[in-house]
């Protein structure tokens, strides 16, 4: 029996060649492996010895060779495949050992070069490992020093490795092999400038954790990341205390994160069930919670905070007071975590660069039955040229830095979606309505349920797409709501201009909507 082994990743290779040289295994190696194995007394022949041909061309050509790949592809049941390796001399390889050039690892360092990133490509791995998994039935194919000490057990039991067992692991060849070359397609189509969406897409993500459950307790979970360079991205989350992360909990703080890189000035996004809740900027982050607090105290209760500044002492103290499922922010003081730590199952994240913006390449993808449905990441906000006052008056400046709040607000909420602030402070949000007028009494009646009566007055309006009719703006009406942000374009804008100019209102139209489905 025969090996061969050529690995970057040397992790426990050292044990698992003494253990096949001490079963009988004859051992091939390339390079560095070679090396290290006769540094280490352990018995190996060079590749070249096999291949009677010296590696050249910078290493680029070691394994290319009929010698090796022969010896892999024989069907050992095959008279004919039998007759012919014996006529040329070539010997059976049965086990192939082999992981890859470090491609990932290269395109995620700074600064690194084209020509660094072409030649961390391997040719002759994936070629060994394509030829070894091919022929399963004969030859067991590791790609993972996780999967060594189960062919040592089962050579040292049964002097042989089961097909069941390679055709697993050949399974894991063409995993492996299918992710390596999606990294390199992927890189390359960039450089090239391809088509962002072409006729075929490749994707390829690397788990991060199993999940307890999904977002039942009957439905299997996992998640997993993409491999991108990108900082302040969820992935990227650091958790230093609490029960482990959940599906939802996961994808609730995705959301809140989504929102909250919106935002420049100290600002807190409370979400709940991937909706915002309460939400709100000021002068430094404690104000800013207390603010997003106070805008809804019973739907913050189990949920997920975001802060976009360090939590202080005084800031954690307010937290601790209520049940939270997940904070997350930038950093946190001493005196912040010696508070949380008296709250064991609270989930503490940091998040370096959590502000940090998605790229303008970044996308979004949805998966329904049988397909996936891929978009641009939803970056955009306003373009403030295209800004447009539609009544008599115009708002004032205060009122104007309260609508953008607002439409920043309203794009994270899910559609139909109307939020209604004041003072940079969310005071009602109407998430996930069928219809616009349902969303928009949603808002104004939990802002009078949860604040007061009288909150709503002198407050503003976004919506997160037009007005079809201007029932919408009656309700603002009657309820001190003194200008409203929306992207326009329903063949009856002229109802709710109309309105808005009657009760002296003041309407901006963004030209840009933010559905979110």
């Known amino acids: 029996m025969r090996a061969l082994l050529s690995v970057y990743d040397k992790t426990g290779i050292l044990d698992f060649a003494k253990s096949l040289s001490n079963l009988g295994v004859e051992l091939i190696s390339t390079g560095g492996t070679y090396n290290l194995l006769k540094e280490n007394n352990i018995p190996v022949k060079s590749v070249s010895d096999i291949t009677n041909f010296p590696e050249c061309l910078d290493g680029r050509v070691k394994t290319l060779h009929p010698n090796i790949h022969a010896g892999i592809l024989a069907k050992r049941d095959d008279e004919k495949h039998i007759e012919q390796l014996k006529n040329l001399n070539i010997d059976f390889i049965d086990i192939v050992v082999v992981n890859l050039y470090p491609f990932k690892e290269t395109i995620l360092k700074d600064n690194f070069t084209l020509e660094e990133a072409i030649e961390n490509i391997d040719i002759g791995g994936p070629t ?132 909250l890189k919106e935002f420049e000035e100290p600002t807190i996004v409370a979400v709940k069930h991937s909706n915002p809740c309460g939400v709100a900027s000021a002068d430094n982050i404690y104000e800013a919670y207390i603010k997003a607090y106070n805008s809804d105290k019973i739907s913050i209760f189990g949920g997920i905070v975001a802060s976009n500044r360090e939590i202080d002492e005084k800031t954690a103290l307010e937290m601790s007071k209520i049940f939270l499922e997940v904070i997350i922010a930038p950093s946190y003081s001493k005196e912040a975590l010696e508070i949380f730590s008296n709250k064991k199952n609270l989930r503490i994240l940091i998040l370096e660069n959590i502000d940090d913006k998605l790229p303008s390449n970044a996308f979004d993808c949805k998966k329904v039955s049988g397909g996936l449905l891929i978009q641009d990441v939803n970056s955009k906000l306003i373009d403030k040229d295209k800004l447009k006052c539609v009544t008599n008056r115009k708002p004032t400046d205060k009122e104007l830095e309260d609508l953008i709040f607002a439409f920043k607000v309203v794009k994270s909420a899910k559609s139909n979606g109307i939020a209604i602030c004041k003072d940079k402070q969310s005071l009602g949000i109407g998430n996930g309505q069928v219809n616009r007028i349902w969303a928009t009494k949603q808002a104004i009646e939990h802002a009078k349920e949860l604040i007061s009566d009288d909150v709503l007055e002198g407050s503003v309006l976004a919506s997160d797409a037009f007005f079809p009719f201007d029932d919408c703006v009656k309700e603002a009406v009657e309820n001190g709501i003194t200008a409203i942000i929306q992207p326009g374009g329903s063949i009856r804008d002229e109802d709710s201009i109309n309105l808005c100019n009657k009760h002296n209102i003041a309407m901006i139209f963004t030209e840009i909507r933010h559905f979110r489905h």
């Open 128 to 259: 060994m490992l394509r030829a070894g998994a091919k022929n399963y039935n004969d030859v067991s194919v590791i790609t993972s020093p996780k999967d060594y000490d189960m062919v040592i057990e089962e050579l040292s039991k049964n002097k042989k490795v089961s097909v069941k067992t390679n055709m697993y692991l050949a399974a894991k060849v063409f995993t492996h092999t299918a992710h390596y070359d999606t990294l390199i397609s992927n890189y390359l189509r960039a450089q090239a400038d391809l088509p962002k969406y072409d006729d075929v897409i490749n994707l390829t993500f690397e788990k991060v954790q199993d999940m307890r459950y999904g977002e039942n307790p009957h439905q299997d979970a996992c998640f997993y990341k993409e491999i991108t360079t990108e900082k302040g991205v969820l992935t990227n989350y650091k958790q230093i205390q609490g029960k482990e992360m959940s599906f939802n909990n996961v994808n609730d703080t995705n959301g809140a994160l989504d929102l």
